[in-house]
C-alpha cells in the first residue's frame, strides 16, 4: 500500500510517498520546497520527482492524505485541488490531518497536553489544545485565530502543562 501525504498550508510546501502496513511504514521518497509565488507552480513537478526517486507511477498509490490547515487558504486550496483530482482519476479515498495535530503528536509524550501554535499573519497564530494519550491524538480545544498573549490565558483555563510553537 503506498500512501501520498501533501501538505501545502504554509509558505513551505511538501510531499510524502510511504509504504504503509498496519502499524508500520517505510518513507519512499519526501520531496519540500519554499514557494516563490504559488505552490500550484512547483507541487506537480515535485510529485513528478518524488515518484521518480521512489520508482512508483501514479497507479502505485493506494492511499491520500491531505493537510487541510489552519494556514494559508490559497495554500490549503492548490493541495487540495492536487488530492482531489488525483482521488478522482484514481478513485481512491482521502484522508485529511490537522498541521496541529501533527506538531502535537511530534512534541508531546503520553498524558501530556499544550497549547499547540504557528504563526499566521501580523502578530496573530492559529493554536488549539491537544493532549496526548494511548490513542493518539485528543483535541481538547478547537483551532482558532490569536495574538501571543492570548496563549498565557488559555494555557491557564485548560490547566495544559505547555505551549509548542
Known sequence: ???????????????CLADIQKNNFEILSTRSWQKKSSHSEIITLELEAGLKEADLKLAALTHLAIDNGPGSFTGIRVGLNL??????????????????EVLAFQNLKVGESAVIAIPAVQDFYYGGVYLRNDAGIQCLRPVESM???????????TKVEQIVL
Open 1 to 15: 500500500m503506498t500512501l501520498l501525504a501533501v501538505e501545502t498550508t504554509s509558505a513551505m510546501g511538501s510531499l
Open 83 to 100: 488530492i482531489r483530482s488525483l482521488s478522482y482519476a484514481l478513485n481512491l479515498p482521502v484522508r485529511n490531518f490537522c498541521s496541529l
Open 147 to 157: 495574538k501571543q498573549a492570548r496563549f498565557k490565558a488559555l494555557q491557564e483555563s
